[in-house]
T-cell receptor, first 108, second 115 residues
């Protein structure tokens, strides 16, 4: 099955950029998603990238995909305290497979 | 448009008991997937139902089962509960299945505590 790895924790200062990284094993993943989970809530889709793209930008979010290295990253520009949450990457073939999540803490 | 509704939100059960969780997907969505979220194991896929048929299954014991009704509502059942089943159970609905380029919408989850 698919293995998805993420670092557990990231701490940044408000206004800085955050970069959350993800590595995966299944090269057949067609879509690669980023989800956000706030305390006590379900998961919210942030953005996704199709496997034939290298980069996708959506307002403050930039997704980079290195398909050769099976590496996906999410960059959040001008990080705000409201961005504090757990971020999950989820490569998808027939179904979504989630990484363990990266807890982002934004300090004022 | 109503979101994904999971009931109950919180549940406390005793070891050995069984439990049924419910998920009502967004109207028109035919795919319902279930996930178990624990601090140690992260989010793990349980199963996916599409048009009343189980389409994918994760690596969980047979104590975990599910079904989907003709109105796309889904139930998940866990029999002979163990302490390790304590988790947040999340349900996701989508038009065709979350891995096929259509967005999967998640409910707020059911927090199950087994004592």
């Amino acid at each position: 099955g698919e293995d998805v790895e993420q670092s557990l924790f990231l701490s940044v200062r408000e206004g800085d950029s955050s970069v959350i990284n993800c590595t995966y094993t299944d090269s057949s993943s067609t879509y690669l998603y980023w989800y956000k989970q706030e305390p006590g809530a379900g998961l919210q889709l942030l953005t996704y990238i199709f496997s034939n793209m290298d980069m996708k930008q959506d307002q403050r979010l930039t997704v980079l995909l290195n398909k050769k290295d099976k590496h996906l990253s999410l960059r959040i520009a001008d990080t705000q305290t409201g961005d504090s949450a757990i971020y999950f990457c989820a490569p998808a073939g027939n179904m979504l497979t989630f990484g363990g999540g990266t807890r982002l803490m934004v300090k004022p | 448009k109503a979101g994904v509704t999971q009931t109950p939100r919180y549940l406390i059960k005793t070891r050995g008991q069984q439990v049924t969780l419910s998920c009502s997907p967004i109207s028109g969505h035919r795919s319902v997937s279930w996930y178990q979220q624990t601090p140690g194991q992260g989010l793990q896929f349980l199963f996916e139902y599409f048009s009343e048929t189980q389409r994918n299954k994760g690596n969980f014991p047979g104590r975990f089962s599910g079904r989907q009704f003709s109105n796309s509502r889904s139930e998940m059942n866990v029999s002979t509960l163990e302490l390790g089943d304590s988790a947040l159970y999340l349900c996701a609905s989508s038009l065709t299945g979350g891995g096929r380029g259509t967005e999967a919408f998640f409910g707020q989850g059911t927090r199950l505590t087994v004592v």
